[in-house]
């Protein structure tokens, strides 16, 4: 089955303990995303990834880090996480890596994370 | 470069009634645009998109959008709504218009609720 998983689905972490939320997607899909969603404020690009070894900052890759080792995985890492930080995590990846002319997106389960 | 904006929040309809949630985004040349539906504790998924051609698009789920290029605007629109509607709808364009960037700009979202 076609998928995006993401690991931990929900998470409670003390401020400044770092963690890795994992993203993985089995499609062989070029381009790989994060983003957040906060009420009020809708889905917030963190950082994407075009393809293996290229990523991107988006809107808000402030006290985040990613990085694109191989194609089917992507993984956000919060290397000092803060209250702030607390939210609701999506992946999300794409066929095309030229952004969305041919392709959609396909989204994961989400990843719910509270800062302490 | 682009911002998108959904002028409805929250939505409250009556089974049966019908639906049209307005978008609007900034970029003047040319663009895709998206609309997703986010069911309660589920992930974001594609209800339709527009590239080029016509500009009615027809969706999933009975869903169609008509994009105005002279308004700016990609309203998403239902005949008859049911109670499985409810959901938040996003709207989102790339960055750049066509995507080359690599970065989705979302609206805020509108929850819409359908009373039964």
């Known amino acids: 089955e076609a998928q995006v998983t993401q690991n931990p689905r929900y998470l409670i972490t003390v401020t400044g303990k770092k963690l890795t939320v994992t993203c993985s997607q089995n499609?062989?899909?070029?381009?790989m995303s994060w983003y957040r969603q906060d009420p009020g404020l809708g889905l917030r690009q963190i950082y994407y990834s075009m393809n293996v070894e290229v990523t991107d900052k988006g809107d808000v890759p402030e006290g985040y880090k990613v990085s694109r080792k191989e194609k089917r995985n992507f993984p956000l890492i919060l290397e000092s996480p803060s209250p702030n930080q607390t939210s609701l995590y999506f992946c999300?990846?794409?066929?095309?890596?030229?952004?969305?002319?041919?392709?959609?997106?396909?989204f994961g389960e989400g990843s719910r994370l509270t800062v302490l | 470069a682009q911002s998108v904006s959904q002028h409805n929040h929250h939505v409250i309809l009556s089974e049966a009634a019908s639906l049209e949630l307005g978008c609007n985004y900034s970029?003047?040349?040319?663009?895709?645009l998206f609309w997703y539906v986010q069911y309660p504790g589920q992930h974001l998924q594609l209800l339709l998109k527009y590239f080029s051609g016509d500009p009615l698009v027809k969706g999933i789920k009975g869903f169609e959008a008509e994009f105005i290029k002279s308004k700016f605007s990609f309203n998403l629109r239902k005949p008859s709504v049911q109670w499985s509607d409810t959901a938040e709808y996003f709207c989102?364009?790339?960055?750049?218009?066509?995507?080359?960037?690599?970065?989705?700009?979302f609206g805020q979202g509108t929850t819409l609720q359908v009373k039964p």
């Open positions: 989102a364009a790339p960055y750049d218009g066509s995507g080359n960037t690599g970065k989705l700009i």
């Open positions: 499609m062989n899909h070029e381009y």
């Open positions: 999300a990846s794409s066929l095309s890596s030229g952004g969305y002319g041919t392709g959609e997106l396909f």
């Open positions: 970029y003047g040349g040319t663009v895709n």
